[in-house]
């Protein structure tokens, strides 16, 4: 980019910051309630919700409390919400067998939200960590290693319930390689060539998944292990791209960076780089140290998280997964 340089006070740089106009007319980027992804927590039962201690303001919700939530974000025109399952004890197993089940949480909550809302996005989660004895995302051998092919069978049938259930978009976020071509290829066989994929291609093993794995009760399950075998290594920036150049030429639409404020660095190379649609997860530990610190008074709730929003848009992100979609989006409407 060439910028062009004139002296001081030629160029004062403030000149245009003055009036509210001229900040209005020359902002880079906006943040519309058209960026915004909302994660939900599903459990089993009626008239069931629950709070999650370390992400206040979150409900895991019974389906039929999810509809009636889902109610609300369709009023505040939320495009896509994405579906994340709190599978009892009793349904995980070391094959992970209720991930695919017709019947199961996910996909009985995919038919009834389509049912009441057909204009609402559904966006279902692929992959296997909440239905594991173990709380990893794949099957796994004698010594706890995931096996990779093994895995990716498990989540193609688990992809295909989904989209037989009415997902718009179903999104393996399990970082097995080849698992986006071998689910392309299953929608494609069994007639589902508009189901999209949004790929979780650059899927960190970070420490800021915590309080995801309280809320979908993995946590207990992993029992202090790690996912470095096959999530990628904050250090690697690079390798990304080639996630991210592998998901795309196997047949992903779209394609995730997980975390999100702390690798934005890593959205901006996927867009200016690849330049393919691009989103960003505000996950839960960003969630909940926004949280604390706002309810400690030492942040202010509004400014502070439009303002975390907006460095999406800066960095290149398409559209943002987040926890403050909903309260964002009715602070954006309120300003119409």
């Known amino acids: 980019m060439n910028i062009i340089t004139s002296a001081f006070p030629q160029r004062r ?10 900040r209005r007319l020359m902002s880079e980027n906006t943040l519309t309630v058209n960026d915004l992804i909302y994660p939900m927590f599903v459990l089993e039962g009626f008239q069931r919700s629950e709070t999650i201690a370390s992400m206040p303001g979150i409900e895991r919700f019974s389906v039929d409390l999810l509809i009636k939530e889902a109610a609300e974000l369709v009023e505040l025109g939320i495009p ?18 209720e991930s695919y089940n017709p019947d199961g949480l996910v ?10 809302f057909p204009q609402l996005g559904i966006m279902t989660d692929v992959a296997l960590d909440p ?13 706890g290693y995931i096996l ?8 193609v049938k688990q992809a295909l319930s989904h989209a037989a259930a009415g997902a718009d978009i179903v999104a393996p976020s399990d970082m097995m390689d080849g698992r986006i071509g071998a689910i392309r290829q299953a929608l494609e066989e069994n007639g589902f ?5 949004m790929a979780y291609s650059a899927k960190y093993s970070s420490n800021y998944y915590g309080p995801f794995r309280d809320a ?8 202090g292990g790690n996912k470095h075998s096959y999530q990628m290594d904050p250090a690697n920036s690079d390798e990304a791209l080639h996630e991210v150049a592998l998901d795309i030429q196997e047949g992903a639409d779209m394609v995730m960076v997980k975390p999100g404020m702390p690798y934005l660095d890593i959205v901006h190379r996927v867009k200016t780089e690849l330049a393919v649609p691009t989103f960003a997860y505000q996950v839960s530990g960003e969630y909940a140290m926004h949280m604390a610190a706002i309810q400690n008074g030492w942040l202010a709730e509004k400014a502070i998280v439009m303002e975390s929003l907006l460095c999406f848009k800066r960095a290149g992100a398409d559209g943002i997964l987040t926890y403050f979609a909903k309260r964002a989006a009715q602070w954006l409407k309120e300003q119409k």
């Open 216 to 223: 979908v009760g993995s946590t207990s399950n992993l029992k």
């Open 80 to 97: 896509l919400i994405a579906l994340f399952p709190v599978t009892p004890v009793d349904k995980k197993s070391l094959l992970a067998e």
């Open 148 to 155: 990779n092919d093994i895995t990716t069978e498990v989540l």
């Open 131 to 143: 239905y594991t004895t173990h709380g990893q995302d794949g099957i796994i051998d004698d010594t």
């Open 107 to 116: 996909q009985r909550a995919v038919r009834e939200l389509k049912q009441a």
């Open 193 to 197: 060539v508009n189901t999209q994929i």
């Open 13 to 22: 740089m403030r000149r245009m910051r003055k009036h509210e106009f001229s």
